[in-house]
């Protein structure tokens, strides 16, 4: 049976029943699609929707895509935002319509989801030597001429692997690139420009490879510093100009230089400014996936745009909704939601504005503190200053969008208003 196309993929994901696998949604929409309940418009706080509910604001995402495609075209960079951070193929479909080269993604699943929708251009940030999944891509490729995938390579071996697994399916070659590690710790890559040298020596001899550039992640230069970075990302680049010189991208139409987490972009588009010309147009591919969400913890004080604040700014996008359950003293709440529904891996959640349960205006959170979660409370310590009451809802701000995203398969997407417009669909 074939496979659906991506405009059918996209229709049967509006056509999924809402039912007991999506927490937060109204129970009274049980049987509806998912498209249904989208066009019903419903509110947030009055529609039915039951805690806790993770939301999206409509308006920030909106405002974080297209900075960052005004940040990247300002400076001559290509973005193709890692999909690992989201996993939402409607997030992918709109960073592609604001721009986006492609998507970048880290495992063969993830590679099927972002096909399954139709995206085309793929930048796989890790060696792929699983066979079962290259053969796949062999045959992605041979059945759409406009599909490239490019991914890293980090080994002689790992290459002869991946020529052992295409060969005789792979109608054309599989791009690479080679992969430079940011310090010896680090997870891959090469460590040495002699090593990369050794693995671009290895694809060359390879018929079922094709080297189209160099690659890393800056993320994790040792104890990162302004300067450390931009002196990994100058080695990176000297690698790309020693590769060129010795002739190794010569069946590349472009020369593909590529790094930049969510952390570092600016050093990486300073130091890719100062590429010099190779043989080849250069493709200069920034990989940042956290901005289209942003959050109100890890990255925000990591942000770039903390050190160049006249580029812009980031907004969170997400909130997590949960009610008090629980006011045993005049110095502590609890919440109904917890680790299963928060991410909590680098910063426990902020609590940031309160909806009163009578309907009365939402107000500051003041005076409430997130001390701990439990699998399904969230601890509050609450001062003197803070009015909160059993019923009343609290919404939450989030740290590190990567695992947000990844306990929640529906999430409402929601104007300042209260007005539910959308839903997303996670793929984890």
């Given at each position: 049976m074939?496979a659906?196309s ?7 994901l ?11 949604l109204p ?6 699609t ?5 066009a019903?418009?419903r509110n947030?706080?009055t529609?039915g ?9 409509a308006?920030r995402l ?7 495609q ?7 960079l ?8 989201s996993m ?8 592609i319509?604001h721009g986006?080269?492609g998507?970048t993604?880290a495992?063969p699943h993830q ?15 890790n060696e792929?030597?699983d066979?079962?999944a290259?053969?796949?891509i062999?045959?992605?490729?041979a059945a759409d001429?406009d599909?490239r995938l490019?991914c890293?390579?980090d080994s002689v ?11 005789g399916?792979a109608?054309r070659p599989?791009?690479?690139?080679v992969e430079l590690?940011?310090?010896?710790d680090?997870?891959?890559?090469v ?9 671009a020596e290895?694809v060359?001899a ?8 160099v690659a890393g ?5 040792p104890q990162?510093?302004?300067?450390r970075v931009r002196a990994?990302?100058r080695?990176?680049v000297a690698l790309?100009a020693?590769l060129?010189r010795?002739?190794?991208?010569a069946a ?5 230089v ?6 570092w972009?600016d050093?990486v ?8 010309e ?6 200069k ?5 956290a901005?289209?969400?942003?959050d109100?913890?890890?990255y ?5 745009f903390?050190?160049?604040p006249?580029e812009?700014?980031?907004?969170p ?5 949960a009610?008090v359950v629980?006011?045993?003293r005049?110095d502590r709440?609890f919440?109904?939601?917890g680790?299963?529904d ?6 426990l959640p902020?609590a940031?504005?309160v909806?009163?349960?009578?309907g ?5 959170a003041?005076?409430?503190a997130v001390?701990a ?8 310590r609450?001062?003197?200053?803070a009015?909160l009451?059993?019923g009343d809802?609290?919404g939450?701000?989030?740290?590190h969008?990567?695992t947000?995203f990844d ?10 208003d ?10 984890f």
């Amino acid at each position: 049976m074939p496979a659906d196309s991506p405009a059918e993929a996209f229709a049967r994901l509006a056509a999924e029943r809402v039912d007991h696998r999506f927490r937060g949604l109204p129970p009274d929409a049980g049987g509806l699609t998912v498209g249904e309940l989208a066009a019903q418009r419903r509110n947030l706080f009055t529609g039915g929707f039951t805690t806790p509910v993770l939301t999206l604001s409509a308006e920030r995402l909106e405002h974080n895509l297209k900075l960052m495609q005004a940040y990247t075209s300002r400076h001559g960079l290509v973005l193709a935002p890692h999909g690992k951070t989201s996993m939402a193929p409607e997030l992918f479909r709109r960073q592609i319509e604001h721009g986006a080269w492609g998507i970048t993604l880290a495992v063969p699943h993830q590679v099927r989801v972002a096909r399954a929708f139709g995206v085309d251009r793929i930048f796989l940030a890790n060696e792929l030597v699983d066979a079962a999944a290259l053969r796949w891509i062999a045959a992605e490729q041979a059945a759409d001429p406009d599909f490239r995938l490019v991914c890293y390579v980090d080994s002689v071996r790992g290459v002869a692997l991946m020529d052992r697994a295409l060969e005789g399916t792979a109608e054309r070659p599989l791009d690479v690139v080679v992969e430079l590690a940011a310090g010896d710790d680090a997870r891959t890559g090469v460590r040495t420009a002699a090593q990369g040298r050794a693995v671009a020596e290895a694809v060359s001899a390879a018929p079922t490879l094709r080297l189209v550039g160099v690659a890393g992640y800056e993320g994790e230069v040792p104890q990162p510093s302004a300067e450390r970075v931009r002196a990994w990302l100058r080695q990176l680049v000297a690698l790309a100009a020693a590769l060129d010189r010795d002739g190794r991208f010569a069946a590349a139409d472009r020369i593909v230089v590529s790094a930049g987490g969510s952390a570092w972009f600016d050093a990486v588009a300073e130091v890719f400014g100062e590429l010099p010309e190779l043989s080849r147009p250069v493709l200069k591919l920034l990989r940042s996936g956290a901005y289209v969400a942003h959050d109100d913890g890890h990255y925000r004080r990591l942000t770039p745009f903390n050190r160049v604040p006249e580029e812009g700014a980031l907004e969170p996008a997400f909130r997590l909704w949960a009610q008090v359950v629980s006011r045993p003293r005049p110095d502590r709440a609890f919440l109904n939601a917890g680790k299963r529904d928060a991410a909590h891996d680098l910063d426990l959640p902020l609590a940031r504005v309160v909806r009163p349960a009578d309907g009365g205006p939402e107000r500051p959170a003041d005076g409430v503190a997130v001390t701990a979660l439990s699998d399904q409370h969230t601890w509050l310590r609450t001062g003197p200053e803070a009015v909160l009451e059993v019923g009343d809802w609290v919404g939450l701000g989030l740290s590190h969008p990567c695992t947000a995203f990844d306990k929640w398969s529906l999430i409402p997407v929601v104007r300042a208003d209260g007005t539910v417009v959308e839903y997303l669909r996670t793929f984890f």
